[in-house]
């Protein structure tokens, strides 16, 4: 072996099991690893550790992606999930209007318009693409 060979052996031995995400434990420390790093070094790009957060940040989202995809939802999923979160019942929801078209809306026999989406998004602090 060559002696940059060598070396890069020797740190990769120390620097790998910081950048391995193969099951729930060492995603539980990625995740911690990475809390900790954004304790210290929040955005400041220019911290010698920031690289190392960003290549953290990478790795958990690709182990995320595999392991925990996101469900394919349409603004309606959104709307019940959000109205269960808090409770709410359709008479709760004057932003869309009466308790009927609430209804209809649930029920997939309305979609939700613009101004709804809006009012939505704003009520519940979303984007309004998640209505969309």
Do not use: C
Not at 52 to 81: K, M, Q, S, W
């Amino acid at each position: 072996m060559t002696l940059v060979t060598d070396q890069l052996q020797i740190y990769w031995a120390n620097i790998s099991p910081l950048l391995t995400i193969r099951n729930e434990k060492e995603y539980n420390a990625a995740i911690k690893r990475l809390n900790e790093l954004l304790d210290e070094i929040g955005t400041n790009e220019k911290h010698p550790l920031y690289t190392l957060l960003d290549t953290l940040g990478t790795l958990i989202h690709a182990y995320e992606e595999e392991h925990y995809p996101i469900p394919e939802a349409t603004g309606t999923d959104v709307l019940r999930f959000l109205m269960e979160e808090h409770g709410l019942t359709q008479s709760n929801l004057p932003e869309i209007g009466s308790q009927g078209v609430v209804s209809e809306i649930l029920n997939n026999k309305r979609e939700l318009n613009v101004r709804q989406i809006r009012a939505l998004a704003e009520r519940f602090k979303v984007s309004a693409a998640v209505f969309v």
